[in-house]
């Protein structure tokens, strides 16, 4: 065991604790996968990231993602805050973007207005759910059918299924049931207006979505603060259905005292990219 660099980062918001908290080793160099699992599940976040030379051409450093219990292939808020972190220790791109190598391959980062977006993946699955599986998650979120006014899978690594509600206040009113919805990743949008000053910025954030996200946890099911794959998914098939503007904003973790802000768009060659802003809360060594 050796002392090794350690951020811990806030993604999705400019406000310290305020979004989705990630532990990101610097060098994940020796460790083994158990190793880096057993320190994921201690930290007690939603993800920890190792950070390790790149294997893949035209890389500039390769992530291995962790969450209690399992390693993923790719997610969202731990690509923006490994980059970020990656960015803060001194790590310098190859060429315009910041390559991330990952589980699904290669993910581009870019830099913009004091954010960073990553290229989000091509879906593994997409189309609307079955029958079965639209009234199991209603029953689970304990909405009628009816309620459920859009769906469709949304699996780009995580097997999300995705639901679209009636209204915002729809989707924040949710508890849903951990035994009916056991071993389901399900995402939840609903159409919101305007939303007020968030506590640490001067002005307001005009967003069109309120997202969650339920996925299975140690003590049944768990809510993700601020979910970055999800809301990848989310923008592929609303924007592509029409359900949604090219641009927008999506609000996620308001259920949870959380102010995440997720910046979707879709570029004119048809790439969507997801953004946000992270801020370091803690930085150090940490014994691995």
């Given at each position: 065991?050796?002392?090794?660099?350690?951020?811990?980062?806030?993604?999705f918001?400019?406000a310290?604790y305020?979004g989705?908290?990630?532990?990101?080793?610097l060098d994940?160099?020796g460790?083994?996968?158990?190793q880096m699992?057993?320190?994921t599940?201690?930290?007690?976040?939603?993800?920890?990231?190792?950070?390790?030379?790149?294997?893949?051409?035209g890389?500039d450093?390769?992530?291995?993602?962790?969450r209690?219990?399992?390693?993923l292939?790719f997610?969202?808020h731990?690509?923006?805050?490994?980059c970020h972190a990656?960015?803060q220790?001194?790590?310098?791109?190859k060429?315009?973007?910041?390559?991330?190598e990952c589980?699904v391959?290669l993910?581009s980062?870019k830099?913009?207005?004091?954010?960073?977006?990553?290229?989000?993946?091509p879906?593994?699955?997409?189309?609307?759910?079955?029958?079965?599986d639209?009234?199991?998650i209603?029953?689970?979120l304990g909405?009628?059918r009816?309620?459920i006014?859009a769906h469709?899978?949304c699996?780009?690594?995580?097997n999300w299924?995705g639901?679209?509600?009636k209204?915002?206040?729809q989707v924040?009113?949710l508890?849903p049931?951990a035994?009916l919805?056991?071993g389901?990743?399900i995402?939840?949008v609903?159409?919101?207006?305007?939303v007020?000053?968030?506590?640490?910025r001067?002005?307001?954030d005009e967003?069109?979505?309120?997202v969650?996200?339920?996925f299975?946890g140690n003590?049944?099911?768990a809510?993700d603060?601020?979910?970055?794959?999800?809301?990848a998914?989310?923008?592929q098939?609303?924007?592509?259905a029409?359900?949604?503007?090219?641009?927008y904003?999506?609000?996620?973790?308001?259920?949870?005292?959380?102010?995440g802000r997720?910046h979707v768009?879709?570029d004119?060659n048809g790439?969507v990219?997801?953004?946000g802003?992270?801020?370091?809360?803690?930085?150090g060594t940490v014994?691995?």
């Open positions: 065991m050796k002392q090794r660099p350690f951020k811990q980062v806030d993604v918001t400019a310290p305020r989705n908290p990630l532990a990101v080793v994940g160099g460790l083994t996968t158990e699992q057993h320190f599940n201690w930290t007690n976040l939603s993800e920890a990231t190792f950070l390790l030379p790149p294997m893949q051409a890389a450093y390769r992530v291995r993602i962790f209690p219990g399992r390693e292939p997610a969202g731990p690509t923006l805050g490994s990656w960015l220790a001194g790590g310098q791109p060429g315009e973007h910041v390559v991330q589980g391959g993910v980062l830099r913009e207005s004091g954010r960073l977006a990553f290229a989000a993946p879906l593994i699955k997409g189309g609307p759910l079955a029958d079965a639209v009234a199991l209603a029953r689970g909405i009628g009816s309620d006014v469709s899978w699996d780009n690594g995580p299924r639901v679209m509600l209204s915002a206040e924040l009113a508890r049931d035994s919805l056991a389901l990743d995402g939840v609903g159409p919101r207006g305007k007020g000053v968030v506590a640490s001067e002005s307001g967003c069109a979505f309120e969650r996200a339920f299975p003590n049944g099911m809510e603060p601020v979910t970055g794959s999800l809301n998914a989310l923008a098939w609303l924007i592509g029409g359900l949604a503007p090219e641009r904003i999506a609000s996620q973790g308001t259920a949870m005292g959380r102010a997720v768009e879709r004119r790439q990219w997801i953004g802003e992270s801020v370091t809360c803690v930085e014994l691995l």
